[in-house]
């Protein structure tokens, strides 16, 4: 028994001296950051001081209820936040200096929330409301900066906290940062607007669906809502979701993007006839953007070599002819364009593969008409061959580690019984398909 009641008092002075290094803490927090507001540019020791000393305070369970330390580690956590944006914004000082501290922003909402929380006098909810408002600006500041590092997880963090410490004090009468002067909403539902963008770019649809969707419920004046709306929906039904871009190109009418988001919708589901007015409209307003050619040509070969298979010559022909136009003019407009140069060479290359499957008709035909119609045959075939060789050529010259253009170039040269040019594609070919990259052209233009 005698043991049990020493244990049971071990067990108390354990308990106490975890109290007294508690409150010994909060003491330490409170003195270093009183300090620190003295000389804010000369004391930023006594700001990481503070900021260890407090999140040390809150493990004693006695202080952990109390809603004035929670409020000092909003305070606390809010200034780092605020020396951050100092330092990126400005240049003031130097991150080194500052304490190492993971989302401090957002470390300072959850810190006021809790006091708010906690709070049983009005001066604590009204400390911890207007710590509130303090915390919403640098939230926001810091999820910009996430967002620009590319660090879309953090930044949304950050954005959800902005909105959920704007509702919190608006359920309060308080005002928010999102608060816009004119009486509208515009603060608000752009702060739904990027956090939206940033839940897409961090991969989470579902959390981006649910700001666009009230958005787009509000009809709010931002094209990339019915984009964003459609991307996310496509992967579920792309039909169903083209709704959002038949809606945005309605009320945006000259929005390029969503117009090039059309085009990617009936290149995905392979309707050309459709495909070919988007790509003019396109072209209409960015004259200069080479791919939208290049692209359109591409719906022009597939059109080609349908009506080729199809045996419709003269129609193959007049698609095969608005091809050739489309990537002519994309190398007008950019003559090192390699995709350009690798299509033409290909739309060449390809109408003589086809004709070679008629010349097999021929191959068994001795007579002395069939053998005249294959040779006939077989030097057109070759005039195409030859024609689309330069075209592979410079493609090489600029991209020699494409894989189609060396496929093609060791096609062709063994087609012309050049083995030794077919062999050296083949083994340049080899070395990307293991994984290399070709440095140097063979061909110099």
């Known amino acids: 028994m005698k043991k049990l009641i020493l244990g049971l008092t071990a067990i108390l002075l354990l308990t106490a001296v975890h109290a007294q290094d508690g409150k010994k803490a909060y003491r330490d927090a409170k003195k270093a950051f009183s300090t620190y507001n003295l000389d804010p540019t000369g004391n930023k020791a006594q700001l990481s001081e503070a900021a260890t000393q407090i999140d040390v ?86 999820g910009i900066f996430f967002y620009e590092d590319q660090d879309y997880d953090s930044a949304l963090e950050n954005f959800q906290m902005v909105i959920e410490l704007h509702d919190k004090l608006k359920a309060d009468g308080e005002a928010s940062s999102l608060d816009s002067e004119d009486g509208t909403n515009e603060g608000y539902n752009n702060q739904l607007y990027i956090t939206g963008l940033a839940a897409l770019n961090a991969g989470k649809p579902e959390a981006a669906s649910g ?111 608005k091809a050739l136009a489309q990537y002519q003019k994309a190398i007008e407009k950019d003559p090192s364009y390699s995709d350009a140069l690798y299509s033409i060479g290909a739309l060449y290359y390809n109408k003589a593969a086809a004709m070679t499957q008629e010349l097999n008709k021929y191959a068994d035909d001795y ?31 600029r991209n020699p580690s494409d894989m189609n253009t060396l496929i093609a170039l060791k096609e062709i040269y063994a087609r012309k019984d050049n083995l030794e040019m077919s062999n050296e594609f083949k083994e340049r070919l080899d070395k990307v398909q293991a994984g290399e990259t070709i440095g140097a052209p063979y061909f110099k233009q």
């Not at 909402?109 to 400390?127: F, G, I, N, R, V």
């Not at 008409?369 to 060789?389: H, P, Q, S």
Request: charged share 30%; aromatic share 12%; no cysteine.
């Open 57 to 142: 305070a809150l493990q004693d369970a006695e202080i952990a209820q109390d809603p004035t330390a929670w409020a000092l580690k909003g305070e606390i956590f809010n200034e780092v936040a605020n020396q951050i944006v100092a330092v990126r914004q400005l240049g003031i000082g130097s991150l080194d200096e500052l304490p190492k501290v993971d989302h401090p922003a957002h470390k300072a909402a959850e810190a006021y929330m809790k006091s708010y929380e906690l709070a049983e006098k009005k001066w604590q909810t009204k400390d911890a409301l207007k710590g509130f408002q303090q915390a919403q600006g640098h939230l926001s500041n810091m």
């Open 367 to 397: 007579s002395k008409e069939g053998l005249k119609k294959y040779e006939e045959l077989k030097k057109k075939i070759f005039e195409e061959f030859d024609k689309a060789l330069p075209y592979f050529q410079k493609a090489e010259a």
């Open 211 to 321: 700001y666009f969707r009230k958005l787009y419920d509000m009809k709010y004046e931002k094209p990339a809502i019915y984009e964003a709306l459609y991307k996310i929906e496509a992967d579920k039904d792309r039909a169903a979701a083209y709704k959002y871009l038949e809606e945005g190109r309605k009320l945006f009418p000259d929005d390029v993007s969503i117009l090039f988001a059309e085009i990617n919708h009936f290149l995905a589901i392979n309707e050309l006839d459709k495909l070919i007015d988007k790509l003019e409209q396109g072209i209409a307003k960015e004259p200069d953007n080479v791919s939208l050619y290049s692209t359109l040509g591409n719906v022009y070969d597939n059109l080609h070599q349908k009506e080729m298979e199809a045996g419709n010559t003269e129609k193959a022909q007049e698609y095969f002819d």
